[in-house]
């Protein structure tokens, strides 16, 4: 099925529904959720998953696990997706929170077999096989750290927000504190309790994770010098020791690796 409305399929009697979805660049899917679970996979572009504990960004070729009944957004840069929206007690082994994972090279292909598929698609046979095969491949598939937890206090969630709609270099723990009326080192101690990290390596990785749509239209230099950093070699260093891959990877322009070399050459 191509461009065709969860809702009208929902309750087909099917455990997974494969359903492939055009977007125009920028579109926003608001928040809402679904009684399924989802496999989010975008054949091209980037996507930025949001929730209310945190925040995801799926690059090219990647997909998010979203939970069944999970409140969220996401925005569309560039995308065509391939969703898998699957009934909750065929996957008891589900994440219980967003998860971006890798895609094997035999999983896009299923992808792309079974968006082809109609509603009612047969159980047996190749078809019933393929929708099978979709979740074993699903369940092996290895967690990426593309992702970021939000505090759980409504001020400090504010500050983060903030700071995810426009990554700074120069903000400062003594601004936030500012302006969350805190000391900084309450700031720190109740940043460290609500997210595991604190604020100045909360907001590194943030910076991070902005390059990866940047990427899709910039070259690394470019990415490294908008978002604060020496050099490129200092942000190809933080984006790898993060990420465990290089951001020429995710540069999709030509001529958008390190030093205008085309990526892979």
Do not use: K
Not at 11 to 35: F, N, S
Not at 94 to 101: F, M
């Amino acid at each position: 099925m191509r461009n065709v409305p969860l809702a009208e399929v929902d309750r087909v009697e099917r455990a997974v529904l494969p359903i492939g979805t055009d977007y125009p660049p920028g579109h926003l899917l608001d928040w809402h959720e679904h009684r399924r679970a989802q496999f989010l996979y975008g054949a091209t572009g980037v996507m930025v998953v949001d929730t209310a504990h945190g925040t995801w960004t799926v690059p090219p070729e990647r997909a998010v696990l979203i939970p069944a009944g999970t409140r969220h957004r996401v925005r569309m840069l560039g995308v065509s997706t391939r969703s898998l929206y699957v009934e909750p007690d065929a996957v008891p082994w589900w994440p219980a929170t967003c998860t971006v994972v890798e895609v094997s090279p035999l999983l896009r292909e299923l992808l792309a077999v079974a968006v082809g598929f109609e509603a009612d698609y047969s159980r047996s046979g190749r078809e019933g096989a393929v929708a099978t095969l979709l979740l074993h491949e699903i369940g092996a598939g290895a967690p990426l750290p593309f992702h970021l937890r939000l505090p759980d206090s409504a001020d400090l969630a504010r500050l983060c927000r903030a700071y995810l709609a426009a990554p700074d270099a120069g903000v400062t723990n003594a601004a936030w504190a500012a302006r969350a009326a805190l000391s900084e080192r309450a700031l720190t101690r109740r940043f460290r309790i609500e997210t595991g990290d604190s604020p100045a390596v909360w907001r590194g990785r943030a910076r991070l994770l902005a390059a990866v749509p940047l990427l899709r239209t910039r070259s690394v230099t470019e990415v490294s010098g908008r978002l604060g950093y020496a050099s490129p070699a200092a942000f190809t260093a933080a984006f790898t020791r993060t990420f465990g891959t290089p951001p020429s990877r995710f540069a999709t322009r030509p001529g958008a690796g390190e030093g205008g070399r085309v990526p892979g050459v």
